[in-house]
């Protein structure tokens, strides 16, 4: 075969890319309702992924739902029924106040506590800026 013709079908038997470019999504919860609680049954990986603690999530859960929580091993029951729209939305706005870099929107960040004020800093960029939100 000529240089072309392998070329093109080397090219043809390449896998398609990855849709999403960014190197980073906000993990979805999975989940289901059982009785009158709410179980995130993939909360670790979550904290893994977001790479935070999973009492910090747990407590930013409990403000924003309006719920108490427990950690139950690796997944999380929520006290009441809620929807899982809900629970993402809630894991994404958290992303974005304590993880993602406010300057480059990277994830690559670290929280750290100075004196009483909660600062998110980026190793990717070299960004520090005190965190707006509370927990």
């Not at 849709?19 to 893994?48: L, M, W």
């Not at 993402?88 to 480059?104: D, G, M, R, S």
């Amino acid at each position: 075969m000529e240089y072309e013709q392998l070329l093109k079908k080397a090219y043809n038997e390449m896998p398609q890319s990855a849709e999403s470019t960014e190197r980073f999504d906000v993990p979805k919860a999975q989940g289901h309702i059982q009785g009158s609680k709410t179980i995130i049954s993939n909360f670790t990986s979550i904290c893994s992924t977001l790479r935070r603690e999973q009492e910090h999530l747990l407590k930013f859960l409990q403000r924003e739902l309006a719920t108490p929580a427990i950690i139950d091993g690796p997944r999380l029951v929520l006290g009441r029924k809620l929807a899982s729209s809900l629970i993402n939305e809630k894991i994404k706005q958290y992303a974005e106040l304590f993880v993602l870099c406010p300057e480059c929107k990277k994830p690559d960040t670290q929280l750290k506590k100075e004196d009483r004020i909660t600062t998110i800093k980026c190793s990717a960029c070299g960004a520090k800026q005190p965190v707006k939100a509370k927990i």
